[in-house]
């Protein structure tokens, strides 16, 4: 088992190859990296099984095979800024489909905490763990091009918290200025919620209307699964995705 190698060693753990080509024939996504991208992203998976441990709930069997294919989608979001943007947090937990979460929602205007339950795809906890569904994560990996990636969505929450605060705007690299980031991301989620408002259809899920940080989330996921309807809806944004990520694998 991978997580008795990481407790053993203590290092990043060494993927063997008739794992790792398995790995990657588990969805056309991979197959679409070069070699140098995959030997990266190869590096990356034994980091991040060695820093990270995997949890089943909810009756999930989880196995190793699993736990690989996880850490490589994780990773694709790091593939050009590196691996220390995954710290600060160490728990995967995968259930076997959608999970409940109870939710306390307080009404700003009346006061009001109201009790409920959500049922949920995917979660990313601040300082907690990643909490994912495996039967969505299949889905993906057998059509990885129709826009929903739940692993991406969820490290892009995670690259979300990196600056302090989840707001939309991760720490960023040099060549992607704070300024310019705020102002074409917020401009193009004001335009996207001025739209749902109105009741009209949009390329983007209307669930990015929700918050600047699932507006983040989900024009990240298109980066990875769809990212020439992105180009199309919000060039700009494309555009700066393609600057902090790197060029996305679905072309």
Not at 125 to 144: E, F, M, N, Y
């Amino acid at each position: 088992m991978f997580q008795w190698l990481q407790r053993l060693r203590g290092r990043p753990v060494e993927i063997g190859v008739v794992a790792w080509k398995t790995a990657m024939a588990s969805s056309p996504l991979f197959q679409r990296l070069d070699r140098a991208a995959d030997y990266r992203l190869c590096a990356l998976a034994g980091r991040f099984l060695a820093h990270k441990t995997f949890s089943a709930a909810g009756g999930h069997e989880l196995d190793d095979a699993q736990c690989l294919v996880i850490a490589a989608l994780a990773c694709l979001p790091v593939l050009h800024i590196g691996f220390d943007a995954l710290s600060g947090w160490r728990e995967v937990i995968v259930y076997p489909g959608e999970f409940r979460v109870r939710r306390e929602h307080h009404d700003e205007h009346s006061g009001v905490v109201t009790e409920g339950e959500d049922e949920l795809i995917g979660e990313a906890w601040d300082r907690g763990p990643v909490i994912l569904s495996w039967a969505d994560i299949a889905t993906d990996l057998a059509k990885p091009f129709d826009g929903f990636n739940v692993v991406a969505h969820e490290i892009a929450h995670k690259l979300d918290m990196t600056d302090g605060a989840m707001n939309g705007v991760p720490a960023l690299p040099r060549a992607v200025p704070r300024r310019e980031w705020i102002e074409r991301m917020q401009s193009a989620y004001d335009a996207l919620l001025r739209d749902v408002e109105r009741g009209r259809d949009t390329l983007i899920d209307p669930y990015a209307a929700e918050s600047a940080d699932e507006f983040f989330a989900v024009v990240s996921e298109l980066h990875f699964s769809d990212p020439a309807t992105l180009r199309e809806a919000m060039p700009a944004v494309a555009g700066l995705l393609e600057r902090y990520y790197g060029p996305s694998p679905a072309g």
